[in-house]
């Protein structure tokens, strides 16, 4: 029996919002918060927990106590995505409900709008908004656009034409209560999220219900995993045949769609695009920088490996004009690069509350420092501010990075000091774009303030002899208002003579890293570590020597290994698992928190996130006693503190912590206790309070030199 925790609300609310959920409460969390912040339209909230864990639960119950309009039903067993939008329906009764996945951010007036676009015909039974990751209703985030002002700017130059569309995707899926009253529920045989929907569609139309989109209202789809489905081959005839009238309309659809896309005039209307130059103009133009080019050809022709491998490469031949044209869209969206934000940057959106503009050297290979800088945007957008990247680098796929706006990339240093956004202030977070950018920026935008954010003491990458090396130290002097993430590199900047730095310490996503996994109490154990052997203050050869050893030693344990993509290529002395390079930080938390214990050799770093990820997921660590991250590691309390040099004592820490399990249940009461201190969200509260306190005090600056007449 379905256990409920439902409110009593007002009868007359005329929309029901259903949500299933189990446990990704990173997502969910800001979900929540976005329909609270961005709904006008009254609703009530149907949260459907299909199996979450008591953490996500224990965050989840917060809401419903607080809002009288959010319920929340708690399946008996995990019934899958589908039977759970059949419990929401059954529980609605309102005349429109919608079909939400947690992973949606939903934008101002989203409610209103694909009510109204509902309202437009009698016959429109289903309803999707426009949005960035989703087949026939996507359109990417130009450059500069954060989802509000995508939003407003979607709203503001739609055409509200409602076209018809083969399949509704159920990120965010409006229905009329008339429709269901007609066709019923989703087929209870089919528990594949996709596939029933598809069914669904199929079976509104052959009813005579129109499946449309809302083109004047846009939802955020948040990329990396769903809810995990049980696989169920269809039971039922009807569903099949179904499936076979759908693949076929969906086809035909599918390149109608192609042909005379209902929504090119809204892109090019946000992303304007240069004038047609041809192909090999592009591909040899002056302004192309070269190493991009040899990214999108080296990606395409990857791509092309992996297709001969599955299909062979007869088909490949067969696909070559696909293939070409793929290759002259990747070639002219490099080339496009530099042309577009000529044309657009000025016009930009106005900025929402402050703007910020983080200047970003390598946005394509993730670390701790990339990590905090993308939190800090989310959050400052998600509190009603604007942020943007900037970053002359090669931009990763969009889904890696899951940011509440896009990255605007520059061909140079030149263009971007040029064709710089309107900002309040700019944050340098590398040495290079405090020495090399930010003094051509302020040069043609005297009115930017600056701010140095150091993530660590850069100068120690590099040999004493190295220019480099005296280049980071000249970069402190060139930003007067600089922000520290440990008392560590304060006392660094000290001992330069700068003695104002503001010390603000990372944090971590707590609806993230959390405990997931029972761990086994005995063998084998699992020792867990990230591996970056192109970075030789990570202590990689120390690391690989400490394992061998424990291999060597011990039968009892599996190493873990993640963070590089190239690791196969090595022959290491011991057998492992290696996870790759990982951009989802969820996978992460499930790898710690399912380890016995997490090793840092690294033999120094400004803060050290990988220590603390650890504790928040219960996983007791051994970390060295060199860096920044003695701000939170302390020695027998909440971690072990090894020599970075010395592998007889991480060995010898290891074992403590694997064969003394009183040792290792303080340490994991420790680390949590510890972990708690440290949120994402206070953060960036601390960094935005510092930014409008400057801001305010240039102002006041301001007004006091101006003449009065």
């Known amino acids: 029996m379905m256990m409920s925790s439902a409110k009593m609300v007002n009868s007359h609310i005329c929309s029901d919002i259903i949500l299933p959920f189990c446990n990704e409460l990173s997502y969910l969390r800001y979900c929540i918060e976005s329909i609270l912040k961005n709904t006008r339209y009254p609703y009530r909230l149907f949260l459907i927990d299909d199996g979450s864990d008591e953490y996500t639960k224990s965050k989840v119950k917060i809401y419903r106590e607080k809002f009288e309009h959010i319920s929340v039903y708690t399946n008996p067993a995990r019934l899958g995505y589908v039977m759970s939008c059949n419990i929401g329906l059954k529980l609605s009764r309102a005349e429109y409900i919608v079909l939400l996945s947690s992973h949606s951010y939903l934008l101002p007036g989203w409610l209103d709008k694909m009510v109204k676009c509902a309202k437009a015909d009698e016959k429109i039974g289903i309803v999707n908004p426009l949005t960035n990751a989703i087949a026939n209703s996507s359109i990417a985030i130009p450059p500069g656009f954060t989802i509000y002002t995508m939003s407003e700017r979607i709203a503001k130059v739609s055409k509200r034409r409602y076209p018809n569309i083969a399949t509704a995707w159920e990120f965010c899926m409006l229905m009329k209560r008339s429709m269901l009253n007609d066709i019923g529920l989703f087929d209870q045989y089919c528990n594949n999220e996709s596939g029933e929907i598809a069914v669904f569609c199929t079976k509104a139309a052959i009813n ?58 809204i892109s090019e209307t946000l992303l304007p695009i240069s004038p047609k130059t041809s192909f090999f103009k592009t591909l040899f133009a002056k302004n192309v920088k070269f190493s991009r080019l040899v990214l999108a050809v080296t990606d395409l022709l990857k791509n092309g490996v992996i297709y001969c491998r599955n299909r062979g490469l007869y088909e490949l031949k067969k696909n070559k004009k696909e293939m070409y044209r793929k290759l002259r869209e990747e070639i002219n969206k490099v080339a496009k690069g530099s042309r577009v934000y000529r044309e657009y940057v000025e016009n930009l959106p106005a900025p929402q509350g402050i703007s910020v503009a ?74 290079t774009t405090a020495f090399q950018w930010v003094p051509k920026i302020i040069k043609r935008n005297p009115t930017v303030f ?15 002899e190295d220019q480099d090396r005296k280049k980071v130290i000249e970069s402190y002097s060139f930003i007067p208002d600089k922000i520290v993430v440990s008392e560590w590199l304060s006392s660094k900047l000290r001992e330069l003579g700068y003695q104002d730095v503001i010390k603000i310490t990372p944090g971590i996503n707590l609806d993230i890293f959390y405990p997931r996994k029972f761990k086994k109490n005995g063998p084998p154990y699992r020792i867990v570590s990230i591996a970056r052997p192109h970075d030789m203050r990570r202590g990689f050869n120390i690391l690989i020597e400490v394992l061998k050893s424990l291999h060597k030693e011990r039968k009892d344990i599996e190493i ?53 990820e650890a504790m928040a997921c219960g996983t007791p660590v051994v970390l060295t006693n060199v860096g920044g991250i003695t701000e939170y590691a302390k020695d027998g309390v909440n971690c ?13 820490a290891i074992e403590a912590i694997l064969d003394n399990p009183s040792l290792r249940k303080k340490l994991i009461k420790g680390g949590r206790n510890t972990a708690q201190k440290f949120c994402h969200r206070g953060e960036a509260e601390k960094m935005l309070n510092i930014f409008l306190e400057q801001l305010e005090g240039k102002k006041k600056q301001s007004s006091s030199l101006t003449p009065r007449m």
């Open 358 to 431: 983080f200047l970003v050297s390598n946005i394509h290979s993730i670390s701790g420092g990339l990590i905090s800088v993308l939190q800090f945007v989310n959050e400052f957008i998600h509190r009603g501010h604007t942020a943007y990247i900037v970053t002359c680098d090669y931009e990763p796929d969009p889904k890696l990075l899951n940011l509440y706006t896009c990255p605007i990339r520059y061909m140079n240093q030149q263009e971007m000091a040029k064709f710089f956004p309107k900002t309040d202030i700019v944050v340098a977070t590398y040495w």
């Open 640 to 652: 072990l503190m090894v020599n970075p040099n010395d592998i007889k004592s991480i060995v010898d």
């Open 450 to 464: 600056p701010f140095y954010y150091i993530q660590d003491f850069e100068s120690f990458f590099y040999p004493e």
């Open 560 to 612: 873990i290994l993640f963070g590089t993509e190239d690791l196969s290529s090595r022959e290491l002395p011991f057998s492992y698992k290696d996870y790759g390079k990982i951009w989802d930080r969820n996978i992460i938390a499930e790898i710690y928190s399912s380890s016995h214990v997490l090793i840092d050799v690294s033999t120094f770093q400004g803060f050290g996130l990988p220590g603390l």
């Open 208 to 265: 005579g219900w129109r499946v449309v989109v809302a083109d004047d209202a846009f939802v955020f789809h948040q990329y990396f995993g769903t809810i995990t489905e049980d696989s169920r081959s269809p039971k039922n005839k009807v569903s099949f045949f179904l499936r076979l009238i759908h693949y076929y309309k969906y086809k035909k659809h599918r390149h109608e769609f192609i042909q005379n896309n209902p929504f090119r005039y």
